[in-house]
């Protein structure tokens, strides 16, 4: 397993729509491994390809429930079905969002409560997961970045304009730049 380098906004493959997985092969295990590897030393609690530069649709999570139950998986051409989002502005202590990809920094998002998610995992078996609250918001996160989005692109006002001169003022939004879990001294 290696570490990969993170791929910080601007990286094209970050903002174009990912390629669907239809060869599940050994470089397919190597990606999955990778990431999971490239994940934890991070820290994070979800992944996609996109942001150790892959342009495939496939993300991994790693998330504790409440009680402290383990969920940790891969999913692989993912289908979300998102729940309403409430139209009122995100909390600012209780809906705070990062990304790998635009590290070290927080912005409040507005997400949906539920989701409901498919797809399949490495050995091609159906996953389904009905999620809520953070568990949901993590796979809408990774979902979006499947889809070239970045949670910083969602953000309604004043969020949008500060994390704009945030990219700007770090000199981020072009391509070739990264940083790498456990050399780097970033976080996201």
Same mark, same amino acid.
């Given at each position: 397993?290696?570490?990969?380098?993170?791929?910080?906004?601007?990286?094209?493959?970050?903002?174009?729509?990912?390629?669907?997985?239809?060869?599940? !092969? !050994?470089?397919?295990?190597?990606?999955?491994?990778?990431?999971?590897?490239?994940?934890?030393?991070?820290?994070?609690?979800?992944?996609?390809?996109?942001?150790?530069?892959?342009?495939?649709?496939?993300?991994?999570?790693?998330?504790? !429930?409440? %009680?402290?139950?383990?969920?940790?998986?891969?999913?692989?051409?993912?289908?979300?079905?998102?729940?309403?989002?409430? !139209?009122?502005?995100?909390?600012? %202590?209780?809906?705070?969002?990062?990304?790998?990809?635009?590290?070290?920094?927080?912005?409040?998002?507005?997400?949906?409560?539920?989701?409901?998610?498919?797809?399949?995992?490495?050995?091609?078996?159906?996953?389904?997961?009905?999620? %809520?609250?953070?568990?949901?918001?993590?796979?809408?996160?990774?979902?979006?970045?499947?889809?070239?989005?970045?949670?910083?692109?969602?953000?309604?006002?004043?969020?949008?304009?500060?994390?704009?001169?945030?990219?700007?003022?770090?000199?981020?939004?072009?391509?070739?730049?990264?940083?790498?879990?456990?050399? %780097?001294?970033?976080?996201?």
């Amino acid at each position: 397993m290696t570490i990969r380098p993170i791929c910080i906004t601007g990286e094209p493959v970050l903002h174009q729509r990912a390629t669907e997985v239809t060869v599940f !092969d !050994d470089e397919l295990r190597t990606l999955v491994a990778d990431m999971y590897e490239t994940m934890d030393k991070a820290p994070g609690v979800g992944l996609a390809a996109p942001q150790i530069g892959v342009g495939l649709r496939v993300f991994t999570y790693d998330y504790a !429930d409440d %009680d402290g139950n383990e969920r940790r998986g891969v999913i692989i051409n993912p289908v979300l079905e998102r729940g309403p989002i409430i !139209d009122e502005p995100a909390d600012e %202590d209780t809906e705070i969002e990062g990304c790998l990809s635009v590290p070290g920094e927080r912005f409040p998002l507005k997400r949906a409560e539920k989701v409901e998610i498919t797809g399949l995992d490495l050995e091609q078996n159906p996953v389904h997961i009905e999620a %809520d609250g953070w568990f949901a918001r993590i796979f809408q996160h990774e979902f979006d970045h499947l889809d070239g989005i970045l949670y910083v692109d969602r953000l309604a006002e004043p969020w949008h304009e500060i994390a704009t001169d945030v990219v700007e003022d770090n000199g981020w939004g072009k391509p070739g730049l990264s940083w790498l879990p456990g050399k %780097d001294n970033l976080e996201g």
